[in-house]
C-alpha cells in the first residue's frame, strides 16, 4: 500500500534560522512526488515535482531533495511569510495522489 | 486565469438533507479530483475523472455519496442524505494527463467548500 509519513509535524523557527522538513514514503512505481503549500482557510498550491533520485527543484527559499525512499524541502533564511503547512503526496502505479498529513511551519520575526 | 472555481464556499445544512457542491475545472484540464480534508484523516481522495469518465471511485465513503461529470467545465460532488461526520472541506482539483508520458499531471486545487452538518 502507497503511504506518505511527514515530519515533523509542526516546526517553530525564528525568522531566518535554516531548516528541513522530512518527507518518507513507499510506492510501488513512483511516478511524481510533489510538494504543496496551504495555508489556513485555502486550497493546497503546487510548489514542486520530483521524478527521480537525485533530483533538485529551487524555488526562492525552497529547495526540494529526492532519494529513493524519502524527499527533503529545504527552507534558507526562512520569513515569516513562509509560514503555512506543507503537504507532500507521491503518485503511483495509479493517477492517484497519496498525501501525507503535513508539517505546521511557524516562521516568528 | 481562473483557477479552480469551487461554490458554494461555505455551507451549513441539518442532518438528513441533501448537499450538492459544484466545480468548475481550470479550462483545458482533463482529469478532476474530488477531495475530502479533516484534521483526522488529512487529505482523501474521494473519486476522480478522466475525460469526465469516472476512473477510480473506492474513496467515496458511502452510497451516500455521488459525483457527475457532465461535461470538461463542470462537476458536482452530491451527500444525500447528509451527517454530521460529513462535516469536512471538499476540495476540487484538476490537472491535465497527456496521453503519452508520465511526466506533468500536475494536480490544480480549488480554494474549498467548507461543509457543516449539524
Known amino acids: 500500500e502507497d503511504q506518505v509519513t511527514q515530519s515533523p509535524e509542526a516546526l517553530r523557527l525564528q525568522e531566518g534560522e535554516s531548516s528541513s522538513l522530512n518527507c518518507s514514503y513507499t510506492v510501488s512505481g513512483l511516478r511524481g512526488l510533489f510538494w504543496y503549500r496551504q495555508d489556513p482557510g485555502k486550497g493546497p498550491e503546487f510548489l514542486f515535482t520530483l521524478y527521480s533520485a537525485g533530483e533538485e527543484k529551487e524555488k526562492e527559499r525552497l529547495k526540494a531533495t529526492l532519494t529513493k525512499k524519502e524527499s527533503f524541502l529545504h527552507i534558507t533564511a526562512p520569513k515569516p511569510e513562509d509560514s503555512a503547512t506543507y503537504l507532500c503526496a507521491v503518485r503511483g502505479a495509479t493517477n492517484k495522489l497519496i498525501f501525507g498529513t503535513g508539517t505546521l511551519l511557524a516562521v516568528q520575526p | 486565469d481562473a483557477g479552480v472555481i469551487q461554490s458554494p464556499r461555505h455551507e451549513v445544512t441539518e442532518m438528513g438533507q441533501e448537499v450538492t457542491l459544484r466545480c468548475k475545472p481550470i479550462?483545458?484540464?482533463?482529469?478532476l479530483f474530488w477531495y475530502r480534508q479533516t484534521m483526522m484523516r488529512g487529505l482523501e481522495l474521494l473519486i476522480y475523472f478522466n475525460n469526465n469518465v469516472p476512473i477510480d471511485d473506492s474513496g467515496m465513503p458511502e452510497d451516500r455519496f455521488s459525483a457527475k461529470m457532465p461535461n470538461a467545465s463542470f462537476s458536482t460532488l452530491k451527500i444525500q442524505p447528509s451527517e454530521p461526520r460529513d462535516s469536512a472541506v471538499y476540495f476540487c482539483?484538476?490537472?491535465?494527463?497527456?496521453?503519452?508520458?508520465?511526466?506533468?499531471?500536475?494536480?490544480?486545487f480549488g480554494p474549498g467548500t467548507r461543509l457543516t452538518v449539524l
Open positions: 482539483a484538476s490537472s491535465f494527463r497527456a496521453l503519452f508520458g508520465e511526466k506533468g499531471n500536475e494536480q490544480f
Open positions: 479550462s483545458g484540464h482533463n482529469s
